[in-house]
Structures are given as C-alpha cells and as structure tokens.
C-alpha cells in the first residue's frame, strides 16, 4: 500500500457531500475573473485587508475595500440582505480572509472566500486596478 492508500476513499456519496459543502464557501480567481468579464457578478466582492494606500496600489477590479475589522450589521445593512460576499484577502499566507468570512457568516451573511487571493489573482496573469 502506498500512503496515498493507507486511508480508504470516502464512498461517491461522502465525497459528494465533501465537495459540495467546500464549494459552497470557497471559490476560485478563475470564477471570479470569469464571473466580471462574462457580465454575471451576483456577488459582492470585497477586499478585506490593508490600509486604503496599499488597496489603491493594487486590488481586483470592481472590489470594494472593507477590512474585516471595519465590518458591522450597519456597515454590511447598505447591501441587499440576500447578497452573496466573495471576500478576499492577501494570498495564502493570510487569514484575513478567514476573519472577513467568519465576522460575516456571524451575522447571518453568505459568504465565500476566494482562494489565493491577490497572489492567487497574479498567479492567473489577471489584471489589477489601480485607484
């Protein structure tokens, strides 16, 4: 046995309900990215780390800046209550993406995060905006 196979493969059926419940709170840069250019942005993207110059050096296109530690019921009130966030932060080596989503999912929100990130963006060659 290698250990790829010293632990069993979770049955078609426990693996579907792995990945659908992975699906439904992550997303990727290439979704995102398709997501804008294809016109079908149903969600909220939002950048949730970093002071207001390091957002306007570089951020994804149509993000709106909201560090995690600025989101509040009042704050997050001025979106419709049924509105999908897609909050994003650094890259990989950054949870405030993490916090972002966690803070949201306690008030009630829905919401993903997209892995990667800005490393995760560049990786894919996307363009950034600039403010």
Same mark, same amino acid.
């Given at each position: *046995?290698?250990?790829? =196979?010293?632990? %069993?493969?979770?049955?078609? /059926? /426990?693996?579907?309900?792995?990945? *659908?419940? +992975?699906? $439904?709170?992550? =997303? ?7 997501? !804008? ?6 969600? @909220?993207?939002?950048? @949730?780390? #970093?002071?207001?110059?390091? &957002?306007?050096?570089?951020?994804? %296109? #149509? ?5 995690? +530690?600025? *989101?509040?019921?009042? +704050? ?6 049924? $509105? ?7 890259? %990989? ?12 999912? +306690? !008030? ?5 995060? *997209?892995?990667? #990130?800005? =490393? ?5 060659? &996307? ?5």
């Amino acid at each position: *046995m290698s250990s790829v =196979t010293d632990f %069993p493969a979770a049955s078609p /059926e /426990e693996a579907v309900g792995h990945f *659908m419940r +992975r699906l $439904s709170v992550e =997303t990727d840069c290439a979704d995102v990215h398709e997501a !804008m250019a294809q016109g079908e942005q149903d969600f @909220v993207l939002l950048h @949730v780390v #970093g002071s207001d110059e390091a &957002f306007a050096r570089r951020h994804i %296109p #149509g993000a709106v800046h909201l560090p995690h +530690r600025l *989101m509040t019921p009042e +704050r997050m009130a001025q979106w419709p209550a049924d $509105s999908i966030f897609v909050v994003y932060c650094a890259g %990989p080596h950054c949870n405030g993406a993490d916090r972002a989503a966690l803070r949201l999912a +306690r !008030m009630g929100l829905a919401v993903k995060i *997209m892995l990667g #990130g800005i =490393t995760g963006w560049q990786d894919e060659g &996307f363009s950034f905006a600039l403010s």
